[in-house]
């Protein structure tokens, strides 16, 4: 149905391991966003991006990375520094134009470690 | 800090019942308020936000700057209302989005 998609559905890490989560959007938005979520947490900001080649850490970016080469794709690379990476992991995006638009998710990846 | 607390994680109401869902925020500047919605197997996906003072699906809110606080209403609750609803929070201008820990709510017949 277009829009904003994730891959893979479900991912397993082994210990060490660094894994690639996918996030490709078609909708021309400029923002894209990464959130994990955890039962009873809500959702945390990870990282967020308002343009290509421009990306800020959000509140727990510790053991994550990501990159924005190009305006449909901000894939994020959870590390083996990311001690307890076991989560459901949203991506979404935003038109951006100025902050507080509204945000497009994705259906999620959840990550187990093995 | 910045903090969105909705302090009940289950709320459970009979059919044509009201309904509040309850959000309180911290925050030092003007916020922009939202609530998020997730129904059964479907992505997450904006409800209402303040700005637009909307009444979607029968839902209002009203930001209480006094009491810091954005509640979720609606006057009698239909079953497919029954979701996990989140609240959220960021500053004007800012493309930090904050949110709640979520409360779900379950609409029996």
């Known amino acids: 149905d277009g829009g904003i998609t994730q891959s893979p559905k479900y991912l397993f890490r082994k210990e060490g391991q660094n894994v690639t989560l996918s996030c490709e959007q078609n909708?021309?938005?400029?923002?894209m966003y990464w959130y994990r979520q955890d039962p009873g947490q809500g959702l945390r900001l990870i990282y967020y991006s308002q343009i290509v080649n421009d990306f800020q850490k959000g509140d727990i970016a510790e053991g994550y990375s990501v990159s924005r080469e190009k305006k449909e794709s901000f894939p994020l690379t959870v590390t083996s520094a990311q001690k307890n990476p076991t989560a459901f992991y949203l991506c979404?995006?935003?038109?951006?134009?100025?902050?507080?638009?509204?945000?497009?998710f994705g259906s999620g990846t959840q990550l187990s470690v093995l | 800090a910045q903090r969105v607390t909705q302090p009940e994680k289950l709320l459970s109401v009979f059919k044509g019942a009201p309904v509040e869902l309850k959000c309180n925020y911290s925050?030092?500047?003007?916020?922009?308020l939202f609530w998020y919605v997730q129904y059964s197997r479907q992505r997450l996906q904006l409800l209402l936000r303040?700005?637009s003072r909307e009444s979607i699906k029968g839902f209002t809110a009203d930001l209480n700057k006094g009491e810091t606080s954005f509640h979720l209403k609606k006057p009698f609750a239909q079953e497919e209302d029954s979701a996990m609803y989140y609240c959220a929070l960021s500053g004007r201008g800012s493309y930090k989005l904050i949110f709640g820990s979520g409360t779900r709510l379950l609409v029996r017949p």
């Open positions: 925050y030092s500047g003007s916020p922009e």
């Open positions: 909708l021309n938005h400029d923002a």
């Open positions: 303040h700005i």
């Open positions: 979404a995006s935003s038109i951006a134009t100025g902050g507080n638009e509204k945000l497009f």
